[in-house]
């Protein structure tokens, strides 16, 4: 583990025109005796150093102190200095490596829209956080659901996901297939990139599903958390029956689907401790993705969380069991997506997860969410009635994005958070999962325990070898 954090203070700057100077603020982190971490917590920018080279560092750090750096630079700039500058924590000639990159999140364009066709489903997860006895027996208007399209694709910049989801989406088919036809021939005579995608929990797929979703270039998402042993404990019907071998009995028959499909499995208690064998299990079955949503506190499992939520030092466990694993011969064409959101966040400036990004989240900015009964959600995680944005039958897109419920979830930052505000690691992490945390300024003690040790624990695996960012690479 990363030992603690050394701030280094730097001058205010009386002279802007200096060539060269450090970016401030700085912080030290000592990986092991001859590895140090030097990290810029407003960017993200980091760069390893060595014991040797932390001490030309602390020179150059003290040449600035002295307004002597540009003297003694002059053209023949230190090795050091040039590194650290392509590390984005030098600043010269008054720019940065990423000063084109905004940072800024909170635009009301979205990207991603998700469609919950029905709130009914053939199964009964005991966690499932979608299940609301309100709106179980709801089906999505076509025309509501057509009116969100329209108006998702005019507010967009040029490209849209539509995820349909549930309840289970596939007993709405039928709807599924008019709301894709409408959605193509709005987008097909221009240079819109639509995108189409849904999960589901494969109980139903057959042959007619299966040649409609290849044919439409769909994305499809499978719900299972691990072999029968596992996946049964929690996943059943509505008779307490499993679900695994119907699915998977399903799934042999479709090996082009297991190809492009992704598996997502949800972390409970029941399954945390084995999260690299159910990996390796699905690489096996043939799947080529694989990612992992932590048990949220809603719908069937808020009332029973000793039976579901998982201890958050077990999901670290198994996370870093992950890493280790990734860089294995056999994992390299195999897509590890809960490792990999972290990975992106350390090693791009170009944050793309909604949930680990520093200013807002996804939730009302490029995603939203309208539910069986045409409500608007920001996310469909958030499960708060006060945060609801509206509903489609009297609502527009572009009123209620720009609406002080939108508003105020955008308000959302690290930088109003009491715990992120001096945390070295809140422009990667983001300041946990709002929907998770309970309210716009609180923060959800398990994914910041989990946060604080995966983003240090990369940042050493990445210094001392670059096995790690060669495999997030394969995956761009």
């Not at 701030?7 to 000592?30: C, D, G, Y």
């Not at 609801?388 to 994005?401: E, I, S």
Request: charged share 20%; proline share 4%.
């Amino acid at each position: 583990m990363i030992k603690a954090t050394m701030a280094i203070q730097l001058p205010v700057i009386t002279n802007p025109a200096k060539a060269w100077r450090f970016i401030e603020p700085l912080s030290i982190r000592q990986c092991d005796d001859d590895s140090y971490i030097i990290i810029h917590p407003d960017s993200g920018s980091w760069a390893a150093l060595s014991t040797a080279q932390l001490s030309v560092f602390l020179a150059l750090v003290e040449l600035e102190r002295r307004n002597r750096l540009d003297s003694i630079v002059g053209d023949a700039n230190p090795e050091l200095l040039n590194f650290l500058y392509q590390r984005g924590l030098v600043i010269h000639n008054g720019g940065t490596v990423w000063q084109s990159e905004k940072f800024d999140y909170t635009r009301t364009r979205p990207n991603t829209l998700i469609l919950k066709l029905v709130g009914f489903c053939d199964l009964a997860c005991t966690y499932c956080y979608d299940f609301r006895s309100a709106t179980y027996s709801s089906k999505l208007d076509a025309s509501l659901a057509k009116k969100a399209i329209r108006q998702a694709i005019e507010s967009s910049a040029g490209h849209l996901n539509i995820l349909f989801h549930g309840g289970e989406p596939l007993l709405a088919f039928d709807l599924l297939q008019e709301l894709t036809t409408y959605a193509e021939e709005l987008t097909h005579q221009n240079e819109f990139v639509l995108k189409l995608s849904i999960q589901t929990n494969g109980t139903r797929l057959s042959v007619r599903h299966v040649e409609y979703f290849i044919e439409h270039g769909f994305s499809v998402g499978l719900s299972l958390d691990g072999p029968a042993s596992l996946n049964d404990v929690h996943r059943i019907d509505h008779k307490g029956a499993g679900s695994f071998e119907r699915i998977m009995d399903n799934l042999q028959q479709f090996p082009l689907l297991v190809e492009r499909a992704g598996i997502l499995t949800t972390v409970t208690s029941t399954n945390v401790e084995f999260l690299p064998e159910i990996a390796e299990y699905f690489r096996i079955c043939g799947f080529r993705k694989w990612d992992t949503a932590i048990f949220q506190k809603a719908g069937r499992g808020e009332s029973d969380l000793n039976s579901h939520a998982p201890c958050p030092d077990k999901v670290i466990a198994s996370f870093f069991k992950l890493l280790d694993d990734a860089v294995l011969p056999h994992w390299a064409a195999f897509e590890v997506r809960p490792i990999l959101h972290f990975l992106r966040n350390v090693l791009s400036y170009r944050r793309h997860s909604m949930c680990l990004r520093n200013g807002c989240c996804g939730a009302s900015t490029d995603l939203l969410s309208i539910s069986a009964d045409g409500s608007i959600e920001a996310c469909d995680c958030i499960k708060d009635p006060d945060l609801r944005l509206g509903h489609m039958q009297v609502d527009d897109l572009d009123a209620v994005l720009s609406g002080n419920t939108a508003q105020y979830i955008r308000s959302r930052s690290t930088a109003n958070l009491l715990p992120c505000r001096t945390c070295d690691w809140r422009v990667l992490c983001g300041g946990t999962c709002l929907a998770k945390a309970g309210a716009v300024n609180a923060v959800d003690d398990g994914e910041c325990r989990i946060a604080l040790a995966m983003f240090p624990e990369i940042l050493k695996r990445l210094s001392r070898s670059k096995a790690l960012e060669k495999y997030a690479i394969a995956f761009n």
